[in-house]
């Protein structure tokens, strides 16, 4: 599978495993930097208040390519910004838009490759209960099946079943893997290819995926390394999960 990349600064809501580097403590100006060292468990920081959000560096010059796909506004900023800081580290990266029921792949050069409907947990918001990874599926309380906002280290791995899946936020049991259809009655494969959005709420916090774009868009991306997963938020802004953004 590779070694992990070092990922620049990160949010998210589970426990940090990596040092904390906390650099020029001056009137007006705290940084705050996420190290992530090789072979570690993908995990994601707490969401940061607009008061102590750091400000990314930003290159006017450089922007992601979207093509003529449609997307949202948030999707744009968080490419663009991506883009022209680097922040994806030169890799392949993708963007999940929580409120457009949406993954996008890009490719190292911030160039769209592919997109795809998709189904998130249930219940909106944007943060994961605490403990939520070391419940029993029959013990997650239906407010409690949340897909968590932040920026991630995704990772490919192996749920209890053996199934590969790439890991979103492990600690929280958080993983994109491909839609079941075990539950007839869920209609997980007619909530992905309906038109609507609201029916696309059906997981218990992980994001499903259909099989085939799974096998041809995200296997190659995280085989091969560790990749960054932007999950856009439901209800917070995009300031308070990423910072200041151009």
């Not at 868009?217 to 999950?231: E, K, R, T």
Request: hydrophobic content about 45%.
């Amino acid at each position: 599978m590779g070694h992990a990349p070092w990922f620049p600064a990160a949010v998210g809501f589970a426990t940090r495993v990596s040092a904390e580097l906390r650099v020029g403590v001056v009137a007006g100006l705290s940084v705050l930097a996420l190290l992530m060292p090789s072979g570690s468990p993908p995990q994601a920081n707490r969401i940061r208040s607009v008061s102590d959000a750091p400000v990314f560096p930003t290159l006017a010059t450089r922007q992601a390519d979207l093509g003529a796909t449609p997307t949202s506004d948030p999707v744009k900023r968080i490419a663009h910004w991506s883009a022209a800081a680097q922040d994806h580290g030169a890799m392949p990266f993708v963007v999940v838009d929580k409120q457009a029921a949406r993954l996008y792949v890009f490719d190292a050069k911030a160039r769209l490759q592919a997109d795809t409907a998709v189904l998130i947990g249930s219940a909106l918001g944007d943060l994961s209960a605490p403990g939520i990874g070391q419940k029993a599926i029959a013990d997650v309380r239906p407010e409690e099946r949340t897909t968590p906002a932040g920026r991630f280290n995704g990772k490919l791995g192996r749920n209890l079943t053996g199934e590969d899946v790439v890991w979103v936020d492990h600690d929280a049991a958080v993983s994109m893997h491909r839609v079941r259809a075990h539950q007839p009655a869920e209609r997980r494969l007619q909530r992905l290819a309906s038109e609507t959005i609201e029916d696309n709420r059906i997981s218990y916090g992980c994001i499903n995926v259909p099989a085939e774009f799974f096998d041809a868009h995200l296997l190659p991306v995280f085989s091969a390394q560790a990749a960054a997963i932007y999950v856009l938020p439901d209800q917070l802004t995009l300031e308070q999960v990423f910072g200041s953004l151009p």
